[in-house]
């Protein structure tokens, strides 16, 4: 029984230790880990995203609006992050909250032509992620568990970032 007890204690460590062993960049919180809510969109396509198909992925949730100034300053360096990560095990959920397809489209036009939002149009998904403030950004891990939180614009595409979502995904760095 007492060799099991070590066993179990060493085991624990580990694992704690390898979740220290990330280094959280700049506004990235780490909470106590709760279930995500149900997320099902259309993006401006028509087409259908269930954040439950994401699979054994990490997924990167990001609510904005267009009357946002720090969301304009943000989604640029979001774009990036996505085409940096088309090949990484990330899932992608970029939700507008509560705007128009118009407006929606004249703000992406012209500070990120390659994002395609999710559409948020009555907010009922946005009232149940409950963000803090826009933008908002919630990371997902592959059992549905929101494990990170972070509120305020970011330069995504930096390195420090990167290297932080990659470690996340188990992506060499």
């Not at 509560?98 to 149009?121: G, Q």
């Not at 950004?137 to 290297?163: C, F, K, N």
């Amino acid at each position: 029984m007492k060799k099991f007890l070590i066993g179990m204690l060493m085991f624990v460590c580990s694992q704690t230790l390898s979740a220290a062993d990330i280094s959280l960049p700049k506004g990235v919180i780490a909470i106590t880990p709760r279930l995500a809510p149900p997320l099902q969109l259309q993006n401006m396509d028509g087409e259908q995203f269930d954040l439950r198909r994401a699979g054994d992925q990490w997924a990167f949730v990001h609510f904005w609006a267009s009357w946002c100034g720090p969301c304009r300053r943000e989604m640029p360096t979001i774009e990036i992050l996505v085409k940096a990560f088309a090949d990484k095990p990330l899932t992608f959920a970029i939700i507008n909250t509560a705007e128009s397809d118009d407006t929606v489209f004249s703000f992406l036009a012209s500070v990120a032509p390659e994002i395609n939002s999710l559409m948020d149009y009555d907010g009922l998904v946005t009232e149940a992620w409950q963000p803090r403030g826009l933008p908002s950004t919630y990371l997902v891990d592959p059992q549905g568990m929101i494990r990170y939180v972070v509120i305020g614009g970011q330069a995504w595409h930096s390195r420090e970032y990167q290297d932080f979502l990659r470690q996340l995904v188990g992506e060499p760095g």
